[in-house]
């Protein structure tokens, strides 16, 4: 069974710092994606990783994949407080199309 | 264009009773799937759809839980003989099946409560 954890599950923070999140997965899988929810609002799709090594980014998000270590991490750079959201990263199950998902990530950036 | 849409929003119903709920999906979109998302928790999957037959329904908790896509666009979700444990915001989503780069669109959700 495919389980993926995520870590921290709560994060605090201030305006202008730096910080990563975690997404162990448990079994080998072809691709990741990460999303933003808003509080009350649906998800928002931010990456899809689909190999070793790969990298995005998007403002000040940058989201990489490590299929070896099973990892991969969401930084966040110089983070303001519109950053504040849930985070859930997701894991297809081999050869799938079907997501496993993360219990996320609540992000709270104070200025 | 438009997103994928869900109707109700919002749904209260008494335990026993029966329930159904909409998904309208991105047009063109052929695959489609359901979620279930209960507070504090990621989106726990139920079913996907690949026009229009189920093509994994693994995720459905029990026979009480039945979908159908006829026309391979709008779904509909359908809980017979609620339960208070049933309360949560159930997701849709779609996507365009087999393109690698594909993600899912959700859908806004409905708040399904159980009373």
């Known amino acids: 069974e495919l389980k993926v954890e995520q870590n921290p599950l709560f994060l605090s923070m201030q305006e202008g710092k730096n910080y990563t999140i975690y997404c162990n997965y448990s079994?080998?899988?072809?691709?990741l994606y990460w999303y933003r929810q808003d509080p009350g609002k649906s998800l928002e799709s931010l990456f899809v990783l689909l190999s070793n090594g790969a990298v995005k980014q998007e403002g000040r998000l940058m989201a990489s994949l490590d299929t070896k270590a099973r990892l991969s991490t969401l930084h966040i750079t110089a983070a303001v407080h519109d950053l504040s959201a849930t985070y859930f990263c997701?894991?297809?199950?081999?050869?799938?199309?079907?997501?496993?998902f993360g219990r996320g990530t609540s992000l709270i950036v104070h200025p | 264009g438009a997103g994928v849409s869900q109707t109700p929003s919002n749904k209260v119903t008494e335990k026993g009773k029966y329930v159904e709920l909409r998904c309208d999906p991105i047009?063109?979109?052929?695959?489609l799937y359901w979620y279930r998302q209960s507070l504090g928790q990621g989106p726990e999957f139920l079913i996907y759809?690949?026009?229009?037959?189920?093509?994994?329904d693994s995720g459905l908790p029990n026979d009480r839980f039945f979908a159908v896509r006829p026309e391979g666009s709008v779904s509909t979700l359908k809980i017979q003989r609620t339960e208070r444990g049933d309360s949560a915001v159930y997701l849709c989503?779609?996507?365009?099946?087999?393109?690698?780069?594909?993600?899912?669109?959700f859908g806004p959700g409905t708040r399904l409560l159980v009373l």
């Open positions: 047009s063109g979109h052929t695959a």
């Open positions: 989503a779609s996507s365009s099946y087999g393109q690698d780069e594909e993600t899912q669109y």
């Open positions: 997701a894991v297809d199950k081999g050869g799938s199309y079907i997501p496993t």
């Open positions: 759809f690949q026009g229009t037959g189920a093509a994994d």
């Open positions: 079994t080998t899988s072809d691709r």
